[in-house]
Structure formats: structure tokens, C-alpha cells
């Protein structure tokens, strides 16, 4: 049983979530993401400004004037979100934590799915894989997916993206469309998720706090490892000290960046002040742009 507090987030984001995938967000999804090909639906009587290329001889030859074939998309998929739920993700300066700006994420994208219905799925990770909800379709299954993604409580801490990757690779056999959300804060992950992008449509969610890369100087602070526990006294008054810190957090997201490109896989930048959902949108208007345009 959910604790209450837990319920009425889930309930607050499902309406908000169902709410922009009505008015704008579902559209954008359809179109960010075409379907696995096109199906014969009927033949009927050319009008102007049919494509020409679509005519059937055939029936034309039989009846004496111009007939087309017309096909729909075959718009089902299968869309998969892996989520990174390890401690890390905990963090968080702004109005969110980064887990939450991803979960929320997570939560919208399943209701897009679920608005045009496609299949969607849930593996949630840590340093080994926690939960694995199959691919299926349905609001009963959707919001299964969204207290799995907003409430679920780890039993780790550590982060291993190989090793959900290659879940993926075992249980999704057919091409899908896949979300990585979390902070890439691991590592020895970069041949799975080549191998992924090989197979899948990849898209990586990158989700950052800006204190990730800038410290400001507040003297002497003991920073934890959330991942390991491990704690260190940190002199962060000291200007060298903050620009080897800011130089690390860029080498890292560049490390990630030159990846997802290299992989051939679309990459979104998400941070904790709350403006993840416009990130989103973003993201799907300049997909269905280079989709449109080749």
C-alpha cells in the first residue's frame, strides 16, 4: 500500500500529465515518432491533388476513371523507459530533485504512449536492474507505470546503465523506441549503449543539477558520495579547487554528449528548475522537423 502523500503526487502528476498530452504533447509525440510502416485500408475515386503515384490501373482499367489506393500508418509501437532510480539521482538544488524532473518525464511520456496506443514499458535501475515491467498498453497498465516510476524505492544505490542495457537487450527482441532517463553519472557503459542505438531508437535523457558543475564558495564543506558513503572535506573558498570541479562536470557531459552523437542517438538536456516538460516539447518539434525533412 502507497503511502497518502505518495497517492496524491500520483494522482496531481497523472492529471497534469493527461492534461498537456490532450491539449499539446500527444500530437507532438505521433508526430516525433513514425510507426513501423503502412497498411492497405481501401480503394476510392481520385480527387484533385491526389499523388498520382497512388492510382490503382487495375481498378481504373475496370471501371473507366481514375481510382487510388489509400494506406494508413501503422502507427503501434513499443516504447521502453529506462529509468535510473540509484542514489545520485536524489540530488537536487532547483524545485526538483533530478529522480523527479525524470520520473515526471517518464510519467508523460507513458501517457503519450498510452494516447496513441502504443505499448510501453518500465526498467528501472540501480547497480543491478530492480524492476522490469513488460511493454503493454491499457490506463490500468499506465498508471501501474506511473506509481512504479514515482514511489518505487530501490533496495541499491550504485549505478550500472550496462547492465539495464543489456536487459533491454534480452527482453526486447524487436525494435523499439527507448528512453535512458538519469545522470550518466557511471561508467563501462558506452559499448552497451553503442550496441543499443544499434538495435533501438535511442533517445538519452540527461538529467543535471546546476551545482553538478558550479560551486559556490562556501569554505570548508564534507561532501558524501551518495552512491558509495564515502566523505571528503572539501575547501571550496578555494577558486582552484571549484575550477577543477567545473572542469571534471564538463569533461563528463562532454564524454556524454560526444557518445550519444557518435551512437546516432538523440540527446535531451533536463535540469531541476521545472522546465523539463518544455525540454520535452523541444525535443519532439525538432525530431518531427528532421523527420520531415529528411
Given at each position: 500500500?502507497?503511502?497518502?502523500?505518495?497517492?496524491?503526487?500520483?494522482?496531481?502528476?497523472?492529471?497534469?500529465?493527461?492534461?498537456?498530452?490532450?491539449?499539446l504533447l500527444g500530437g507532438e509525440y505521433h508526430s516525433a515518432f513514425k510507426g513501423a510502416g503502412l497498411s492497405f485500408e481501401e480503394v476510392r475515386e481520385y480527387q484533385p491533388g491526389d499523388d498520382i503515384r497512388t492510382i490503382d490501373w487495375n481498378?481504373?482499367?475496370?471501371?473507366?476513371?481514375?481510382?487510388?489506393?489509400?494506406?494508413?500508418?501503422?502507427?503501434?509501437?513499443?516504447?521502453?523507459?529506462v529509468v535510473d532510480v540509484s542514489a545520485s539521482t536524489r540530488f537536487g538544488t532547483g524545485l526538483l530533485t533530478k529522480r523527479t524532473a525524470a520520473a515526471e518525464i517518464a510519467a508523460l511520456l507513458a501517457l503519450c504512449a498510452a494516447s496513441n496506443n502504443d505499448r510501453v514499458g518500465l526498467v528501472a535501475f540501480t547497480d543491478t536492474v530492480e524492476r522490469f515491467v513488460p511493454p503493454n498498453k491499457g490506463p490500468r497498465h499506465v498508471l501501474r507505470l506511473l506509481r512504479d516510476i514515482l514511489a518505487f524505492e530501490p533496495k541499491g544505490a550504485g549505478t550500472d546503465l550496462a547492465a539495464a542495457l543489456d536487459t533491454v537487450a534480452k527482453v526486447q527482441r524487436r525494435r523499439a523506441v527507448v528512453f535512458v532517463l538519469g545522470d550518466f553519472h557511471g561508467?563501462?557503459?558506452?559499448?552497451?549503449?553503442?550496441?543499443?542505438?544499434?538495435?533501438?531508437?535511442?533517445?538519452?535523457?540527461?538529467?543535471?543539477?546546476p551545482r553538478e558543475?558550479?560551486?559556490?564558495?562556501?569554505?570548508?564543506?564534507?561532501?558524501?558520495?551518495?552512491?558509495?558513503?564515502?566523505?571528503?572535506?572539501?575547501?571550496?573558498?578555494?577558486?582552484?579547487?571549484?575550477?577543477?570541479?567545473?572542469?571534471?562536470?564538463?569533461?563528463?557531459?562532454?564524454?556524454?554528449?560526444?557518445?550519444?552523437?557518435?551512437?546516432?542517438?538523440?540527446?535531451?538536456?533536463?535540469?531541476?528548475?521545472?522546465?523539463?516538460?518544455?525540454?520535452l516539447l523541444g525535443f519532439f518539434r525538432k525530431r518531427d522537423r528532421r523527420r520531415r525533412h529528411g
Open positions: 500500500m502507497l503511502p497518502a502523500d505518495v497517492l496524491r503526487q500520483v494522482r496531481r502528476l497523472h492529471l497534469r500529465a493527461r492534461r498537456l498530452v490532450q491539449t481498378v481504373t482499367a475496370r471501371v473507366g476513371h481514375p481510382f487510388v489506393k489509400r494506406f494508413v500508418e501503422e502507427r503501434e509501437l513499443t516504447l521502453l523507459l561508467s563501462g557503459y558506452e559499448r552497451a549503449f553503442r550496441r543499443a542505438a544499434r538495435k533501438h531508437d535511442l533517445i538519452a535523457v540527461r538529467t543535471a543539477d558543475a558550479d560551486w559556490p564558495a562556501a569554505g570548508l564543506v564534507r561532501l558524501r558520495d551518495a552512491e558509495t558513503g564515502a566523505e571528503r572535506l572539501v575547501d571550496t573558498g578555494d577558486a582552484a579547487v571549484r575550477g577543477r570541479f567545473a572542469a571534471r562536470a564538463a569533461e563528463r557531459a562532454a564524454g556524454v554528449t560526444k557518445l550519444a552523437r557518435g551512437a546516432g542517438a538523440d540527446l535531451i538536456d533536463v535540469g531541476t528548475d521545472g522546465d523539463h516538460f518544455d525540454a
